[in-house]
């Protein structure tokens, strides 16, 4: 069955219809991961979005649940040049067409998907509709692509109720934007009880359980979108309690504290992003996946200063913040490459539990 992807700027590519038959119109990203298209489809940050993976063949090897970031997908749909249907893996669960078709996820391949992400590089991030309707005009849907944005993503892309996982002895309040479950895991591996709260959580409610540290989590959606929740995450700054912020959460903080933030031309979403620490003068090779950046050039280096940079284009990738046990990355810290692993972050955010004076009091 033929397809169709429209963009907003008219640009029509032709390929052939995978996954669910549905029509969905959602903002088109590219990905730039060789291998972990399962943990892409399962990242909630992806909501409202459709991903190109750049990648040319996906699906070689099949779907394995265990790997998933999340119970649902988090994509609207899926870009690719060519869709393997015959996987070889032994952990392989389902194909991923089967993958596509059992969450109800659109999607189109066999177009020229290094076309598309030189277009996107070129005019920015489009929205844009993935469709099987043969006498569509591009011309009349145009309105509706330019008009298209994502609705408050994050507070529907994570938990509704509150919850507690792992036995450890330090305490960490985890505010859910749309995390990855690896996130969570390398806390509960690390002697943490995690309880996790709804993105609309008060901060009231979150410091009167008395946590030993707080994280923010990553998730999708514009920033400045959060208004409420920025102004509890404003309280949560004024509190003695370590926090570490990732992505989403990282921009957030960034705006309680009167920073601004911004939107890239089309973002950083891959496994191969190099990070240097400004410390340590080390980089990293990180996994990333975000459309919008803070912007240093407004940050006010009385309350923060940069801690992380982006090698490639000198963007914001982590803040520590003056006189506070706080830092925030922009990055996944639970990310593994090839070059290692960036979980150190993780234990950097316990030293501040362990040094705060009676961080170990309520465990």
Request: hydrophobic share 35%.
């Amino acid at each position: 069955m033929k397809a169709f992807l429209i963009l907003e700027d008219g640009t029509v590519f032709e390929g052939t219809h995978i996954g669910a038959e549905k029509e969905v119109i959602s903002e088109i990203v590219f990905n730039t991961s060789m291998v972990g298209y399962v943990e892409a489809l399962t990242d909630p940050a992806y909501a409202g979005q459709a991903v190109c993976m750049t990648y040319p063949l996906i699906g070689n090897y099949g779907v394995c649940l265990e790997d998933m970031e999340s119970s649902h997908p988090g994509p609207d749909g899926l870009i690719v040049r060519e869709l393997s249907r015959m996987p070889s893996n032994f952990r392989s669960d389902m194909t991923i067409q089967e993958f596509l078709e059992k969450y109800e996820i659109p999607g189109i391949a066999g177009i020229d998907t290094r076309a598309l992400v030189k277009l996107l590089r070129d005019k920015g991030t489009m929205n844009g509709m993935i469709t099987t309707g043969e006498d569509i005009v591009p011309e009349e849907i145009l309105p509706k692509l330019k008009a298209f944005t994502q609705d408050r993503a994050a507070e529907n892309a994570g938990v509704c109720e509150k919850y507690t996982v792992g036995e450890g002895c330090r305490k960490v309040a985890f505010v859910d934007f749309g995390t990855k479950s690896t996130v969570i895991d390398c806390l509960t591996k690390r002697d943490c009880r995690v309880t996790v709260y709804p993105a609309s959580t008060k901060a009231e409610e979150i410091l009167a359980d008395k946590p030993d540290g707080i994280l923010l989590s990553g998730g999708p959606g514009n920033p400045k979108e959060y208004v409420s929740i920025i102004e509890e995450i404003r309280k949560l700054y004024q509190s003695d309690v370590p926090i570490f912020a990732i992505s989403l959460g990282h921009q957030l903080m960034a705006l309680a504290v009167g920073a601004d933030t911004f939107k890239m031309k089309y973002g950083h979403r891959g496994g191969n992003h190099p990070v240097k620490d400004l410390a340590t003068g080390q980089v990293y090779i990180s996994s990333q996946n975000h459309g919008y950046v803070v912007d240093m050039e407004k940050l006010d280096e009385k309350i923060a200063k940069p801690a992380f940079v982006n090698v490639n284009d000198d963007t914001c990738e982590g803040l520590s913040y003056t006189g506070k046990n706080i830092l925030t990355v922009q990055f996944y810290p639970e990310g593994c490459s090839e070059a290692g692993n960036n979980g150190f972050l993780f234990d950097r955010f316990l030293e501040m539990i362990d040094k705060r004076e009676g961080g170990m009091e309520h465990a």
